[in-house]
């Protein structure tokens, strides 16, 4: 069985992808760095129940991605790319899931299962975050297992199937809250609208199946929420029972945007293949059956459900993406779609342009004068590395000019193009990007002075970015008003402060201990309390 598995195709690109995110690009604030450093205060405590956060109770997330970190921190240490291998091993796991439903739904279309995988691995967005230390490749993969437990109860294994679909629902609590029902439950209920034939226990005994599964995900989840609720006080037990459901999905406090937003983005989001010419050939002739069906219902719903959710972004739909990878799978492969090398000239033009354009722009610019945003770009293409206007170019060129022998081989060119595509922005970022986000610098500078015995202190929120990468044994404590810090810094005239702000022109540095970019264009400093408190206009430039 393993040694199937090994055989895959796509392991390679998988494999690929894991390796471009892990040396090319740091753990990424805020997201990233907080979500491994709740597991090293975790860690630090041996207290895997509640999770904390600079010394707080942690409520945004169940800790299942914490727990996983600490796994591989057992089997191979405290490293930071041992805690970046869980994300990657469970988008390996959505890629053979979702090869495995292919299966499932169609199972005299091999070619299907062959080919889905490597439409999710032709999506920019999949292909990014398939190597991002969050959660989403998480409650993808419990989003795949409940799709098939749902699958295996439609198809008689009722008691497999609901047990298999409450295993998932309880694992996606874990992962990510609650979300895990409107990723599922849809496709359960709207049954009579996919069912290739109507359950021989009748629709009852379907729905009767389906609240089992919602009650044993319910336990699973509350195995953990009780203790945890009972050990982390009432103000965690409140959060994690109501601000990780209606609370967040009825007034987000973040990310909020207006209902059509996802409608407006899906198109850029499954580039390239909306712009592949054999899969629109294919829509016009292909027959609705049951599993496709399943795969629509199920894309929909989430697409629909999640447009009511004030908090919107790109990622949060990236559990639909299998069942539109299926879709897509199954449409050109049934019939199997002709494809010539002229399906491959819009992508491969708009690759290689991709690349003559960064060539190119630095001395248009010079020769023309361009506006102050065209300027932007063109620093940006001055700095990027002729290899990877070289890769953009050459694979695009290369698109054009191949002549695929199957259908097959043209989806895997396709996705090929963009792994090329995003080595070249991995190359872009490490030369210029990366200073902006990376703090390890940072982190080590703090980790030496808590090392010597002095007190750190942080200006308003801080969201653990420091304290995995410097190893931090201590949490720094907030400090929210001018008055507070004053006295923080006449109590500890040696201590330190930390101060993140958006750079201001008339603002000199020149006296912290340490400064570098935070987060893009922002900075974070390292001030010495008693330089600081001598300071005053500076000071107060800073806490403005």
Known sequence: MWYRFLRKDYLFVWLMLVVIGLFYRPLTPIDETRAVSVAWEMWQSQHFLVPHLNGETYSHKPPLLQWCIHLLWRLFGVHEWSAR???????????????????????????????????????????????????????????????????????????????????????????????????????????????????????????????????????????????????????????????????????????????????????????????????????????????????????????????????????????????????????????????????????????SVLGAISLLLPSLTAWFGFGERVNEATQIAAQTPLAAQLILIGSGVALLVWRPGSLGMGIRGIALVILGTLFAAHLVYQQVGRQFHDLKPFAERLAAVENAGVPIAHWRSYHGDFNFLGRLQNGLPEIGTKDGLLEWMQAHPQGYVVLEYRPKKELQEEGADFAQYYRGSRRVTLWKASELAARGAVLDKLLD
Not at 149 to 163: L, P
Not at 257 to 275: A, D, E, G, K, N
Not at 277 to 290: A, C, I
Request: with cysteine; glycine share 10%; hydrophobic share 55%.
């Open 85 to 351: 291998l869980v994300a990657p091993l469970f988008a390996l796991g959505n890629l053979a899931l979702t090869a495995a439903l292919a299966g499932r739904l169609w199972r005299d279309e091999g070619a299907c299962a062959r080919l889905a995988p490597w439409f999710l691995l032709g999506l920019p967005l999949w292909a990014l975050w398939t190597s991002l230390t969050l959660y989403d490749m998480l409650v993808t993969f419990f989003t795949l297992l409940g799709l098939h437990g749902i699958v295996r109860a439609a198809k008689g294994e009722v008691h497999t199937g609901w047990f298999l679909t409450g295993l998932a629902i309880g694992g996606g609590v874990l992962a990510k809250g609650p979300v895990i029902l409107l990723l599922i439950l849809p496709v359960a209920l709207l049954a009579p609208w996919w069912i290739e034939s109507k359950p021989s226990s009748g629709w009852t005994r379907w729905y009767l199946g389906m609240a089992a599964a919602v009650g044993l995900g319910a336990l699973i989840g509350l195995a953990w929420a009780i203790p945890a609720g009972i050990a982390g006080g009432d103000e965690y037990r409140r959060a994690i029972f109501w601000g990780q459901s209606a609370g967040r999905i009825a007034n987000s406090f973040a990310h909020r945007r207006p209902m059509w937003w996802y409608v407006v983005l899906l198109p850029f989001l499954l580039f390239p293949w909306i712009l592949w010419p054999p899969l629109w050939r294919s829509v016009k002739r292909f027959t609705m059956d049951w599993g496709l069906h399943f795969c629509g219902i199920q894309a929909l719903s989430v697409l629909t459900l999640f447009s009511f959710i004030s908090g919107k972004q790109a990622y949060y739909l990236l559990p639909m993406f299998p069942s539109l990878a299926l879709f897509a799978a199954r449409t050109v492969t049934h019939p199997p779609a002709a494809i010539t090398r002229r399906d491959q000239i819009v992508i491969g033009v708009l690759v």
